[in-house]
């Protein structure tokens, strides 16, 4: 059950009255996990493409109760699936009420919450948290400290009375205040060497050490790291003692299905435009397409720097790109409605360009390689998605010479007019499947201009390209 309100519990007493059981939170992750794998349930809300990779090996270090280190190029889904963990826990769980480090009532561990059950008893307070609020995360930046992730000398603290020998003195960091909750350390390797010392305990021993403080505080938490295979491989920044510890190690990976690449884009990029004044532009699932199959070609290339890979967000960024150029024709035009078409997608090759990391190849043509794979993007779309069809009617229109122009700033009543009535169009909105919009002129031109665009390409269409327009046939 998913409830916004936190159980009425307040006491001690009354949670011991209510049955309740401590876990910890490995076994809480485990028994839910299992609970969701016999249910049939969706464990990691948003993730696309790793049901028969990733997301088993996940599963068997979690019921293993194993610490994770995610490894995987950049933009691969790793920060997104391990902040998904958290709906594995508990909705709701009982802490010390004012305990900085979230003790469970029942085995407080800390100094002050040890004196207050002394002193209150079964009258301790009890207070709820979220299991949103049970995760924790910190980039990590050459200039983190032990004290960010551990904890450090208070000096208000000390200045308010306490001796420097006193345990309460201690400011505790983020690991400690992640007590008994999901802690993630992302780009574990660019953590300083020494600073990854500090972590060792945390992952065997389970406890923290402050400046010589004699602390033993037994954390209850699971920490999962992410890292680039390439630092964690070859350039060995993450200390021996420390890979050790981590229980399991996954590889992530991109989508390896064409539709799983597509989903991905659907789900992640034009999200921003939903409240714009002009309504949210379309971008037919051909183009997606066009997007996705552009993504997995400069993935593949051999002049791409396969080392660095090339994020999910290229492809969402570049997704992004053609609908606000759709937007833009129509706020110019006065379009009603924006519908992205082929004569948007030349504005992702520039903005695209700096995603990509180039190896081998001379200085200059990055921009004449992106272009023409994505020349070549819209030519496998085009065969997937209109081979076989009738496209006569639509030829017939150029046999005697005449051309039709078009650009990213024609609007798609002009470019019906200027082709004029073309026979199967229904048709071949249908193969596009957007026959849903045959009545739209939007989602109609765009199945026009892609068309032309691919007679261009099978070379059965001429087609010449002029500053801020494009000629066809002729």
Known sequence: MTTATPPTLTTLAGLRASGHRYKAVKHELRDNLLR??????????????????VIPQLERALLAGHDIVLLGERGQGKTRLIRSLHHLLDEWTPVVDGCEINDHPYVPTCTPCRRRLDELGEELP????????????????????VGDLIGDIDPIKVAEGRTLGDPETVHYGLVPRTNR???????????????????????EERDIQVRGYQL????????????????????????????????????THYPLR???????????????????PLGRPLVPGHL?????????????????????????????AAAETVAASAVRRAAVTGEEMPVA???????????????????Q?????????????????????WRARLAGSDLSGLLHRFDEGATVETGDLVPAADLLARVGPVPGLAQLLRRLGDDHGAETPGLAAAALEFAMEGLHLSKRLAKEELPGRTVYGG
């Open 36 to 53: 969701r794998l016999a249910e049939g349930g969706e464990r990691f809300p948003g993730i696309v493409g790793f049901d028969d990779t």
């Open 126 to 145: 009890v207070a709820w948290r979220h299991r949103s609020e049970r995760y924790g995360e910190k980039l990590a930046t050459p200039d983190t400290s």
């Open 181 to 203: 909750g999901i802690f993630s350390v992302n780009e574990l390797p660019d953590l300083a060497e020494r600073i990854q010392v500090a972590l060792l305990n945390v992952l």
């Open 216 to 251: 033993r505080l037994p954390l209850d938490l699971i920490l999962i790291a992410s890292a680039n295979p390439e630092d964690y491989t070859n350039r060995g920044r993450i200390i021996t003692p420390l890979k050790d510890r981590f229980g399991a190690e996954v590889r």
């Open 258 to 276: 064409l539709d799983d690449e597509v989903t991905l884009i659907r789900q992640e990029a034009v999200l921003a435009w939903d409240e714009r």
């Open 288 to 316: 997606l397409e066009v997007l996705a199959r552009f993504t997995r070609a400069v993935r593949e290339s051999p002049q791409i720097d396969a080392r660095s890979g090339v994020s999910a967000r290229f492809a969402i």
């Open 341 to 359: 078409r082929v004569a948007d997608l030349p504005s992702v090759v520039a903005v695209s360009l700096g995603k990509v990391e180039f190896d």
């Open 361 to 381: 190849l001379e200085e200059g043509r990055e921009l004449e390689l992106l272009k023409h794979l994505l020349r070549r993007s819209v030519a496998e779309t």
